[in-house]
């Protein structure tokens, strides 16, 4: 009940184009839920982040899609550039107690130039 | 960038040996974190802390322990490394303003077996 199931696993997208990533989450208590960017050598940085009393939350090109009866949110990157390639993680948390985050298993997106 | 620093940031043992990593922050954060980030694991709990001297475990913590004597370091101890704990380590804080919960991670530390 605590997984976070995470797909594609890779992604290649040219430039402008939309890149989609998505992840799906089994207990229902979570409520905080982040996406993480990750360069090469780097640490994982906060992207964006949503909690399930909206559906969507925008911040620049960087979109998430709630669906709190599915289960479900997707991170949506419009106009993608070769800048925003990279690893991306969806995590899960409850936002009482201890802050144990469940991530998922990352997204390699590339942008074609 | 979070005042969040790990060291070493490379380091090469063969099995057996003891080996420690350290996380230093500098934000005064109540909660830190050791995780282990492997391909196709994506990044996954060892320990956790969430205040001085009080840790647990977190989802893979065999073969793993921590210590935390003051609020600024968590020390992560490999007792007896294994070539299964080949990994890349990374420390994260987190302190509750405002229920913001946002999770900052350090520079991570490779680590390898041999």
């Known amino acids: 009940q605590q997984q976070v199931k995470q797909s594609p696993q890779s992604l290649i997208v040219q430039k402008g184009g939309i890149s989609i990533i998505n992840c799906a989450y089994e207990?229902?208590?979570?409520?905080?839920f982040p996406w993480y960017q990750q360069f090469p050598g780097k640490g994982p940085a906060l992207l964006i982040a949503?909690?399930?009393?909206?559906s969507e939350k925008k911040e620049g090109r960087f979109t998430i899609s709630f669906n709190k009866s599915a289960k479900q949110f997707s991170l949506h990157i419009m106009d993608s550039q070769p800048g925003d390639s990279a690893t991306y993680f969806c995590?899960?948390?409850?936002?009482?107690?201890?802050?144990?985050?469940?991530f998922g298993t990352g997204t390699r997106l590339k942008v074609l130039a | 960038d979070a005042g969040i620093t790990q060291s070493p940031r490379h380091k090469v043992t063969e099995t057996g040996t003891p080996v420690t990593l350290r996380c230093h922050q500098t934000e005064n954060h109540r909660y830190m974190y050791w995780y282990r980030q492997d391909p196709g694991h994506g990044l996954r709990l060892i320990h956790y802390?969430?205040?001085?001297?009080?840790?647990d475990k977190g989802e893979v913590s065999d073969g793993y322990s921590v210590s935390r004597s003051k609020t600024e370091d968590f020390l992560l101890t490999l007792e007896s490394a294994t070539s299964s704990q080949t990994s890349v380590y990374f420390c994260?804080?987190?302190?509750?303003?405002?229920?913001?919960?946002?999770?900052?991670f350090g520079p991570g530390t490779r680590l390898t077996v041999l």
């Open positions: 994260a804080i987190s302190e509750s303003v405002q229920k913001r919960n946002e999770q900052f």
């Open positions: 949503i909690r399930p009393d909206v």
């Open positions: 995590a899960a948390t409850l936002t009482s107690g201890t802050y144990k985050y469940i």
């Open positions: 207990n229902t208590a979570f409520d905080y």
């Open positions: 802390s969430y205040g001085v001297k009080d840790t």
